[in-house]
T-cell receptor, first 110, second 114 residues
Framework: GIQVEQSPPDLILQEGANSTLRCNFSDSVNNLQWFHQNPWGQLINLFYIPSGTKQNGRLSATTVATERYSLLYISSSQTTDSGVYFCAVAGGTSYGKLTFGQGTILTVHP | KAGVTQTPRYLIKTRGQQVTLSCSPISGHRSVSWYQQTPGQGLQFLFEYFSETQRNKGNFPGRFSGRQFSNSRSEMNVSTLELGDSALYLC?????????????FGPGTRLTVL
């Protein structure tokens, strides 16, 4: 099956700093989603981005499908951005099956 | 629209018991997927249902089973609980049957097996 690697595993920032999270995947995909998991465990959808670039406020994402990677940018980070960020992908006919990376734990200090 | 709901939110069981978790998808969504999240293994896919049919299954033992009802609500069952089944169980729904559709997750059920 598809392998997903996220980097870095941990990231510590001061409020106001910018960051880039990376997701590499091993095969072609037709679904790629970025999630933020809050302290209560809920996965919040950030982007559905199997290819191209999207922006939503201070967050943006780019997926280069031909090179099998995606980047999540967080600008002017806030303490509320803390949590775990997951990249998840699906390919072929993997109905309903997202394969998740191990996540990046982001801590933003005031 | 209301989001994906899961009940109960927390459960404590003992080894050998069985448990049933429930998931109600977003209104109009017909595909429901289940995932298990543990600190050691991360997020792993359990199974997916669409139109009351299981279309995809992850690599879990037969003690893990599920079903979907005609209103798209889904349940998963774990029989003969083991300590290692302690986890956060997440359910997700999507509107269309294709693998490329966006999945939306519920708040999860946190199961503790003693």
């Amino acid at each position: 099956g598809i392998q997903v690697e996220q980097s870095p595993p941990d990231l510590i920032l001061q409020e106001g700093a910018n960051s880039t999270l990376r997701c590499n995947f091993s095969d072609s995909v037709n679904n790629l989603q970025w999630f933020h998991q809050n302290p209560w465990g809920q996965l919040i959808n950030l982007f559905y981005i199997p290819s191209g670039t999207k922006q939503n406020g201070r967050l943006s994402a780019t997926t280069v499908a031909t090179e099998r990677y995606s980047l999540l940018y967080i600008s002017s980070s806030q303490t509320t951005d803390s949590g775990v960020y997951f990249c998840a992908v699906a390919g072929g006919t993997s109905y309903g099956k997202l394969t998740f990376g191990q996540g990046t734990i982001l801590t933003v200090h005031p | 629209k209301a989001g994906v709901t899961q009940t109960p939110r927390y459960l404590i069981k003992t080894r050998g018991q069985q448990v049933t978790l429930s998931c109600s998808p977003i209104s109009g969504h017909r595909s429901v997927s289940w995932y298990q999240q543990t600190p050691g293994q991360g997020l792993q896919f359990l199974f997916e249902y669409f139109s009351e049919t299981q279309r995809n299954k992850g690599n879990f033992p037969g003690r893990f089973s599920g079903r979907q009802f005609s209103n798209s609500r889904s349940e998963m069952n774990v029989s003969t609980l083991e300590l290692g089944d302690s986890a956060l169980y997440l359910c997700a729904s999507s509107a269309y049957p294709g693998p490329s559709d966006t999945q939306y997750f519920g708040p999860g059920t946190r199961l503790t097996v003693l």
